[in-house]
């Protein structure tokens, strides 16, 4: 299986020149691709992957208005054709319904003010050095912070610069699946409103104290610069903040989402999850908030680790009321609104809200499982 490694790069001034001059010409041959093939479109001709490759690299770079490419490594100019020409793909693929999961809207343009700025490079445009040092062709050696070994030799690498001026270098590696050994407890998760997600087994996962104060921190930042009149230099200021506290949430989220998913993967042999899209629909009004991007990293985290360590699991796709149910008898009873926390079923059992929708949403992935080849889920026993 194929994983993503990513280590945080520091370039010299020089290379951070090259490497803007990079993420420029990718930008720009990406939009020139999408703008060739929307030409094509619009006059209803077909144009071949190698014909864009052609038109706005090989015979761009012999064209005045174009001939900087040259400047730059050409295995990032291909690598950007062949994203737009993925990205096209997607969405046609999405549209004709032959994709699955969420819809995948038309390609966008690209602009220099985008908040991640990124090149692709494949084998041919990289080397590892014995000095432990990353060579990026016509950028030059960067020093690489290697806060883990790369368990194999990466097939690709691609260098991201963040919205807060950060560098990072994230490498494609083949990893061996490592199966744990079996145990026989299975887990449902509820992705809770007041903590971060409740288990079927009673545990509560809250977010830690600091994640919290970075939330907040990065709350105030917005509106401070929501205040901000436009174009001047403290609104600059202002967004630079922004984009420093976003990335220390994003970084202290991740570690957090890291520990929780590892811990769950090791006990527990199958992890039943609500799939977030479908949740989506009955939270949006309450749940804007700064759960929603830790939510989808955890369960892509809790699906990725459960491939590599031998796990089972199942994201619950189909909608039911995992917090109106009684997860002792099955009775379906009615809405309630967010602020009871505790509620009784007729049958008489008190129930936790997120710990009984936990419960239900076990019980609806065993179900499910079970009936992996078709037939309906029903969530109580
Ligand atoms: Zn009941």
Redesign the pocket.
């Known amino acids: 299986m194929q994983l993503r490694y990513q280590y945080r790069v520091y370039p010299t001034p020089g290379q951070q020149n090259a490497l803007a001059r990079s993420f420029g010409c990718a930008r720009v041959v990406f939009n020139d691709a999408l703008r060739a093939r929307q030409d094509a479109f619009a006059a209803g001709m077909k144009i071949s992957d190698t014909e864009v490759q052609k038109r706005v690299v090989t015979n761009a770079k012999n064209t005045p208005e174009r001939e900087w490419l040259a400047g730059v490594a050409s295995v990032v100019l291909v690598q950007s054709v062949r994203d737009s020409a993925t990205a096209c793909k997607n969405w046609f693929a999405s549209l004709s319904g032959k994709r699955k999961g969420r819809k995948v809207g038309p390609p966008r343009f690209k602009s220099r003010k985008d908040n991640r700025q990124a090149i692709r490079l494949t084998r041919n445009g990289f080397t590892l050095r014995p000095n432990r040092k990353l060579y990026v062709a016509k950028v030059g050696e960067l020093k690489v912070a290697w806060s883990r070994d790369l368990p194999s030799d990466p097939s690709s690498v691609t260098i991201i610069k963040d919205s807060a001026g950060r560098y990072f270098a994230s490498f494609v590696v083949e990893v061996d699946q490592q199966p744990l050994p079996e145990i026989n407890t299975e887990v449902g998760i509820d992705l809770g409103l007041t903590t971060f997600a409740v288990l079927s087994n009673g545990k509560t996962i809250t977010s830690q104290k600091f994640l919290r104060r970075a939330e907040r921190k990065l709350c105030k930042a917005q509106q401070t610069l929501s205040r901000k009149e436009k174009g001047s230099r403290n609104r600059a200021k202002a967004r630079w903040k922004v984009a420093r506290a976003h990335a220390r949430v994003a970084d202290s989220r991740r570690n957090f989402v890291h520990q929780q998913s590892t811990a769950i993967i090791r006990d527990s042999q199958a992890v039943y999850v609500e799939d977030l899209a479908v949740s989506g629909l009955a939270r949006t009004r309450f749940a804007k908030s700064v759960h929603d991007a830790g939510w989808a990293m955890f369960t892509r985290m809790l699906e990725e680790k459960a491939a590599r360590y031998g796990r089972t699991f199942v994201k619950i796709d189909r909608w039911f009321p995992s917090s109106q149910t009684?997860s002792?008898?099955g009775?379906v009873d009615g809405p309630k609104p967010l602020s009871i926390r505790e509620w009784t079923?007729?049958?008489g059992?008190v129930h936790d809200r997120d710990l009984n929708a936990a419960k239900n949403i076990l019980a609806a992935g065993r179900a499910e499982r079970r009936n992996a080849c078709g037939g309906t889920v029903s969530p109580a026993a």
């Open positions: 009684c002792a008898c009775v079923c007729p049958c059992v």
